[in-house]
């Protein structure tokens, strides 16, 4: 069996944040990442300025993800639509761009990874690998995103009735897209639903949806859904009539607003593993980056003690964002409080302001980590 004082469990955003600044603090540490290439994960596709600050504190400049800025939030129910500008100039970005930028700054720190070392469950100290061998570590960070561990899997009250379920598409570069979402981030509010839509790094369109299980049910199919939808808005249709060939990219089972509330010596929850946003805040990328230096920060002050004040204290600072997030979500996925909620950012479109800085979570300036 193999040692490490700390081992992180994943090397997307969350991850990668972790090993850059244990990296910069010389910290002994292991980073493992089950695919052996960075692929395109489903979840992410925008910054939020908040996200951008912390990435820039990484010493990652936001121009090598993404040159172009997102000014515009834009919501969409019907035929209605109501616009405002983001607080702050936002980023689109693909998370295979995301994902590489940030594993490349680590491992130009001087972090240890290896990839296609896939756990698979957890055992007190011991992360057991699909390949059956064995990692001991004195501190954990697990950063595997949506997907659980057996020995580590998010508790019974993370599951809900009718979950969620995350479902994506691509629309191919073109100047007709381009002209449609040139600076925007929109929102297309359905029942039982929403969609995300923004510009990538290379001109391509992300639009994501986030729905509920009884209403793809009643759909029959993620396709029979999207042209139902398209259906139901012509501004829609106008979208996905640039969908690039391809599969339908899905996660089932999305617990929208739970988080960790208490932690254990020797466990750091970073991520959708500490709490997981309604992704039509678009802060999803930004709670990963966040927990990760705060991980990182707390470990290095405090070694594997940290962890349960550093969970403690993630929890307490994810109830503003999640809690204020989840009732938009509530209204966003009802036809006619969606209407209303329209409605009323057409008459004030500060209200967009408002949400959007409502919710983001706290950013921490990162000074150099020392070793305890």
């Known amino acids: ?12 955003p969350a991850g990668a944040a972790t090993a850059i600044l244990l990296a910069q603090a010389k910290l002994p540490h292991l980073l493992i990442e089950r695919t052996a290439t960075t692929g395109d994960a ?21 121009d090598t993800l993404n040159r ?14 109501a616009e405002a500008a983001l607080p702050r100039p936002a980023r689109g970005v693909s998370r295979h761009r995301l994902d590489s930028v940030m594993m490349a700054q680590a491992i130009g720190q ?6 296609g070392a896939d756990a698979r469950a957890i055992e007190g100290g011991t992360v057991r690998l699909n390949d059956g061998s064995a990692i001991s570590a004195a501190a954990i960070f697990l950063a595997t995103g949506k997907r659980d561990l057996r020995g580590l899997a998010r508790p019974p009250e993370a599951q809900q009735a009718d979950p969620s379920l995350g479902l ?32 990538q790094e290379d001109g391509s369109g992300n639009l994501c949806l986030a729905v509920h299980r009884s209403r ?11 042209r139902a939808l398209a259906g139901e808005s012509s501004a829609l249709a106008d979208r996905l009539a640039w969908r690039a060939p391809g599969s339908i990219d899905a996660v089932a089972n999305v617990p929208y607003g739970w988080r960790m509330r208490r932690g254990s010596v020797g466990l750091f929850r970073l991520g959708d593993q500490a709490g997981v946003i309604p992704s039509l805040a678009g802060e999803g990328m930004g709670i990963a980056i966040a927990s990760g230096i705060r991980a990182a920060q707390a470990y290095a002050q405090g070694g594997p003690d940290a962890a349960p004040g550093f969970q403690r204290r993630l929890a307490r600072d994810l109830v503003r964002p999640l809690g204020v997030a989840g009732l938009i979500r509530a209204a966003a996925e ?25 919710t983001r979570i706290a950013h921490s300036p990162i000074d150099a980590p020392q070793p305890a």
């Open 216 to 226: 793809l049910i009643e759909a029959g199919s993620p396709e029979a859904l999207l």
């Open 334 to 358: 009802h036809p006619r409080s969606a209407r209303h909620l329209v409605a009323l950012a057409k008459k004030a479109p500060i209200m967009i302001d408002i949400a959007a800085r409502l």
């Open 1 to 12: 069996m193999r040692r490490t004082p700390a081992l992180i469990i994943g090397g997307g």
């Open 168 to 199: 994506r598409v691509r629309l191919s570069a073109s100047p007709t897209l381009h002209r449609l979402l040139d600076g925007a981030i929109e929102l297309h509010l359905f029942d039982r639903g929403y969609v995300g839509i923004n510009l």
């Open 110 to 115: 001087g972090a240890t990874v290896e990839r």
């Open 68 to 81: 172009a800025t997102l000014t515009t939030a834009r919501l969409f129910v019907g035929g209605a639509v």
């Open 42 to 62: 489903l979840c992410g596709g925008f910054l939020s300025w908040r996200s951008l600050d912390s990435l820039t504190a990484l010493d990652i400049d936001p």
